[in-house]
């Protein structure tokens, strides 16, 4: 979108994405910035790969259940405009993960993927619960499909979500940055300054460690004063193999 300070693609499954989207949302309040939230599909990033011998059991149906809130989120910018994906994400991310916790199956991550669950949140958000009926319209895969390969197009394939893409069309675009703590508003625009500083420099390719706190979200169980466990993630997702 023309004049846009940041693009920003997610998938409203994973919980760094959400995260991070909260720090850009912080910023973006303070700065005045111009965010166009646009799409990649995990499950699309991972159509080649075999889940049950590579991810946790609950892996599947989380990101196939993400692809389609995605198709809900591409129906409802198709029809409503650009503007009403913020919204939107930002409802479908506070009823995922600032939530009680669910348990780590299949049938609980799937859920997320189905009527029963948008459709609360797009009447909340103030659309027509008419848009869920994308959950099972693969049409728009298409759609997201074109922009998880724009995405990746922008820093490679060996990533997850979020990637932004700064200073959008001639600036650079990275994966993350991956934050586990939500940080204050001060902290917030000190942190933005300092992974503007990077991304500005032409010849920054990569800052990066594998382990990563669990979020600081209530969905996972980690409240906002604690220190959530470490783990080692490959890429974009935790795999049991690589």
């Not at 910023?27 to 011998?53: K, M, P």
């Not at 199956?105 to 797009?122: C, K, M, Q």
Request: aromatic share 10%; glycine share 8%; net charge negative.
């Amino acid at each position: 979108m023309p004049g846009t300070d940041i693009n920003y693609y997610f998938d409203p499954v994973c919980p760094f994405a959400w995260m991070t989207s909260k720090w850009v949302r912080k910023v973006q309040a303070q700065r005045d910035y111009t965010v166009d939230w646009r799409f990649v599909s995990l499950r699309l990033i991972n159509s080649h790969v075999d889940y049950g011998a590579q991810f946790p059991p609950e892996y599947e149906a989380g990101h196939t259940a993400g692809l389609r809130l995605l198709r809900v989120a591409a129906r409802t910018r198709d029809e409503h405009g650009r503007d009403a994906v913020a919204p939107l994400y930002a409802a479908l991310g506070t009823h995922i993960f600032d939530s009680d916790p669910v348990p780590d199956d299949a049938a609980s991550h799937g859920h997320r993927g189905t009527a029963e669950f948008v459709e609360p949140i797009l009447t909340q958000v103030g659309l027509p619960t008419g848009l869920s009926d994308a959950l099972d319209d693969t049409s728009w895969d298409a759609t997201i499909q074109a922009e998880t390969d724009e995405a990746l197009g922008l820093t490679g394939k060996d990533v997850g979500t979020p990637i932004i893409h700064f200073e959008p069309p001639n600036g650079v675009a990275f994966f993350g940055p991956v934050i586990s703590r939500l940080p204050t508003d001060d902290d917030a625009v000190a942190l933005w300054d300092h992974v503007i500083g990077l991304a500005r420099f032409p010849g920054f390719a990569e800052l990066k460690r594998s382990l990563r706190e669990l979020p600081q979200l209530k969905a996972l169980g980690v409240s906002e004063d604690e220190v959530g466990v470490a783990q080692d993630w490959h890429g974009g997702s935790r795999r049991l193999k690589n």
